[in-house]
Nanobody, 123 residues
Framework: QVLLVESGGGLVQAGGSLRLSCAGSGRTFSSYAMGWFRQAPGKEREFVAV????????YYADSVKGRFTISRDNAKNTVYLQLNSLKPEDTAVYYC????????????????WGQGTQVTVSS
């Protein structure tokens, strides 16, 4: 059983920053790419960012490119998402997930999900 636990969400003003963390269980954490997704009320869950096993490759949704940074520390079984220059439209529940197989951008390619952490950006 793999457990992913997100933390770091909260309420922040537009232009502010947050750092989300996702702590994973198990000895194989470093063997998998990890992704971040988000879901706003009434909308589908959408891809935000992905990082490969070693951390040497990252990719971002156009909506967050240049503002968000994904990173990982395999020694700590943790993946991070640094959110800068936040906008009200970034308000959502943010989820981390372990990549299984398939396109990085599709939710179906991920086999384990955390419970999510709420990010609210006020204008």
């Amino acid at each position: 059983q793999v457990l992913l636990v997100e933390s770091g969400g909260g309420l922040v003003q537009a232009g502010g920053s947050l750092r989300l963390s996702c702590a994973g269980s198990g000895r194989t954490f470093s063997s998998y790419a990890m992704g971040w997704f988000r879901q706003a009320p009434g909308k589908e869950r959408e891809f935000v960012a992905v990082i490969n096993r070693s951390g040497g490759y990252t990719y971002y949704a156009d909506s967050v490119k240049g503002r968000f940074t994904i990173s990982r520390d395999n020694a700590k079984n943790t993946v991070y998402l640094q959110l800068n220059s936040l906008k009200p439209e970034d308000t959502a529940v943010y989820y981390c997930a372990r990549h299984g197989s398939g396109s990085y951008y599709n939710t179906g390619a991920y086999d384990y999900w955390g419970q999510g952490t709420q990010v609210t950006v006020s204008s």
